[in-house]
């Protein structure tokens, strides 16, 4: 399906996709293209990469799909800086997790025969790098795909086989709407558990460390909060006018529960608590 595949950013998400890959016997050669050398020279050791060039140019020569996966605000930087050297049919796609910010810019960073294909696949962990990659992260789960009116149809068809031979349902959507999805659904939650650690840690008026005392709701709860600082940057900064949304309607639901709190009002509270738990209870 695809002869060379070039990964740039081999961590958790390119190298479970190329594990993927190579596993479905969907895939030729994989070159890993990272700027941490020790990252690439782990990938190759593990398995999951055929060999490794540090210079993104170089390293893309005869690829016939790149997969761009660093943070956020580095992939319309990496790609502008690939999009010169790359042969007419590539296409250039990606697992950013903030998709208008992506690719309004890449789109039209393409010189003229070259594709891009936003994509963003909804599976991952608190973890990093290489190590930390997989080839069943994205089996049975969605990766969503964003083409626009620009995109072109073959490398949009090319990029969606990419993501059901690595084992996930792809639906399209819109960049935006993805982006206010995701906002509610991944944003918020993170957000929130980044500002739960932060506030627990600062509570100090017991005068010890009130985290060391913490069981299995706090640690359940806050796991995402282990996730990285700089991937999260940049989703903040790229998502930011969805993600204020998404915190000032949470607000709203954590001052009607303090409201019910301070009134004491039983039947409300049980009320609150049921509906949440049906909820929650219905997706797993
Ligand atoms: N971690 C998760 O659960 C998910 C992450 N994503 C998205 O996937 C992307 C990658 O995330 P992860 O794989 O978790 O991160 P990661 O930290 O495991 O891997 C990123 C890799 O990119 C490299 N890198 C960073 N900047 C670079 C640059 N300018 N040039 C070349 N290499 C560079 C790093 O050295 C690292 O090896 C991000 O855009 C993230 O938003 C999407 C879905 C889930
Ligand atoms: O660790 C988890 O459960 C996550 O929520 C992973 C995750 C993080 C960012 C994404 O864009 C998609 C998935």
Redesign the pocket.
Known sequence: MIERLAV???????GSLARALREAHAVGEIVG????EE?LRRGVELGVLDRYVVD?REGVQGADVVFV????C??P??VAEIAPVLKPGTIVTD???VKEFVVAACENLMPEGVHFVGG??????EH???Q?SFATLYQGKRSIVTPTEKTDPAALEKVVEMWRRAGCRVPLMDPVQHDRMLAAISHLPHMVAYSLVNAVDGYDRFGGDLLAFTAGGFRDFTRIAS??PV?WR??ALTNREAILETMDFFAGYLAKLRSLVEAGDAQALEAFFLNSKQKRDAIL
Do not use: C, K, Q
Not at 8 to 14: D, H, K, M
Not at 120 to 125: E, K, L, R, V
């Open positions: 740039i950013g081999v961590g958790l998400i390119g293209i990272d700027r941490d990252n993104p996966s660093t943070p956020v580095s992939i930087t990496v697992g950013g997790s963003h696949p909804i599976s991952g962990t990093s790098g290489v930390a996730s990285d991937m940049d989703i």
